[in-house]
């Protein structure tokens, strides 16, 4: 079993920044990729971007690319999500998700088997 816990979502005007953080509950978090995912009222979830078990791979939806950047801290057990140029568009509640399984599929919210709660980012324009 892996608890995730996001923190740091929030209000913020477009162009700002904010960084979301997700602290895992299981020493065994390096062996893990890690993704963020987000779903806006109405939408369906969506994902956001992705970090290999070391950090050395990591991959963006098209939406984020160049304002969003995923990283790990492994001896913290922490995934961090920090989101700039924010836009209202990026309004919508996150998630991290841990892929325990080795599924290669990470862009997918079915290659993830465990998830966090969610915190809420509103971008006002």
């Known amino acids: 079993q892996v608890q995730l816990v996001e923190s740091g979502g929030g209000l913020v005007q477009a162009g700002g920044s904010l960084r979301l953080s997700c602290a895992a509950s299981?020493?065994?978090?390096?062996?893990?990729?890690m993704g963020w995912f987000r779903q806006a009222p109405g939408k369906e979830r969506e994902f956001v971007a992705a970090?290999?078990?070391?950090?050395?791979?990591?991959y963006y939806a098209d939406s984020v690319k160049g304002r969003f950047t995923i990283s790990r801290d492994n001896a913290k057990n922490t995934v961090y999500l920090q989101m700039n140029s924010l836009k209202p568009e990026d309004t919508a509640v996150y998630y991290c998700a841990a892929d325990t399984n080795y599924s290669g599929s990470y862009s997918q919210d079915y290659g993830y088997d465990y998830w966090g709660q969610g915190t809420q980012v509103t971008v006002s324009s």
């Open positions: 970090i290999s078990w070391g950090g050395g791979s990591t």
């Open positions: 299981r020493r065994t978090f390096s062996r893990y990729y």
